[in-house]
């Protein structure tokens, strides 16, 4: 049980979970928290490998030191160790991957690291996780990127109730009336959609009631331009970040646009990535090369929880979102990093094909070889 500097409650037992939230202050153990970072951020698995094995080195280095050998020497001593190590590893490979995109060899591979985190959920996960590397993998396998795996945790329901949905999948449903869309033309605004207000204060003086009717009619006249403006340019999705008034609302509904309300910006910034529109701050009509677009965009309900799903089935920017079920936080979040890993290990497995015998028995067998 970790709780970390915001009074976060953390029950893990993952080694890079434990060491990101915990203030470590020594600065031996600050480079080993170092070293187990670069590995997470490298590998995405590992670290408690890395930990464990540097503080042994750090032990071993103590008694020789103890014995009058100085840092420079032993430092020597290890660096010879980490070559021949590196040698003899390239011997011991047990199994090659013929094919990346073939799904069972591809679950095999991922199964021992995800059993590590989930035991008696390996095969159910590791089929979820190769599932979704296939579908978001790119025509050269190569440029596999991580992020094109996302997951989103909905409470209810168990592990098993978990899904692969091709596409993006956003934790909130549509404004407006309108829940499917078909080819849509998607505009993202990074502000908020409602009549500016005016820089200065000023005093109106009406004098009869037709004042007061056509006060505020010029406003709305120019809002609905905007709109009308969105309508015409052929958009039919619009993402905005922050309040959307309900003048906006009444005329988006009267366009037939599906709106979205998000109020975070990376979760904007995100969804703008993957249709390929840029996010405009300006209430204006944005340009196409502004615009984004996906196949569909439509509202599912997942155990009373509304869903958006942005599907876009082009070839180079697939996105699928694995979506995690379960009873309680802390098991969807540890879930989800055993997922984690599973996706890194795909990563890893696309660079290089060769796998060595796990359980500690290769590291074994190279100790004996170096001592």
Known sequence: MVINHLEKLFVTSDAATIIREVEVNHPAA??????????????????????SFSGELMQQAESLIKMGLH???????????????????EDLSCHT??????????????????????????????????????????????????DAIRVQKVLGGTIHDSQVIHGMVVLRGSETTHHEIKKAKIAVFNTSIEM???????TVLLKNADDLMNYNRGEEDQFEKFIQGLAEAGVNVVIGSGSISELALHFFEKYKIFVMKLMSKWELKRIAKSVGAI?????????????????????REISSTKVTIFRRDQDENKLATIVLRGSTHSLLEDAE??????????KSIVKDKRLVAGGGATEIHIAHLIA
């Open 71 to 89: 840092p420079s020497e032993i430092l020597i001593g290890y660096e010879k160790g980490a070559k021949k190590a590196l040698e003899i590893l």
């Open 279 to 299: 996010a405009v701050v300006k209430l204006g009509t944005p340009t196409p090369e502004e615009l984004g677009y996906a196949d569909e965009v439509a509202v």
């Open 30 to 51: 600050k480079m080993i928290a170092m070293a187990a970072k670069m590995q997470e951020n490298e590998v995405g698995d590992g670290t408690n490998f890395v930990i």
């Open 97 to 146: 991957v013929d094919n990346v995109r073939d799904m069972v060899e591809i679950q095999k591979c991922i199964k021992s690291a995800i059993a590590s985190k989930q035991y008696g959920l390996e095969d159910f996960l590791s089929g979820l996780i190769a599932k979704a590397c296939l579908y978001a993998m790119p025509n050269d396998s190569h440029k596999f990127n991580v």
């Open 196 to 202: 500016q207000q005016g820089e200065t204060k000023g």
């Open 337 to 346: 990093r055993a997922i984690d890993d599973g996706v890194n290990t795909v």
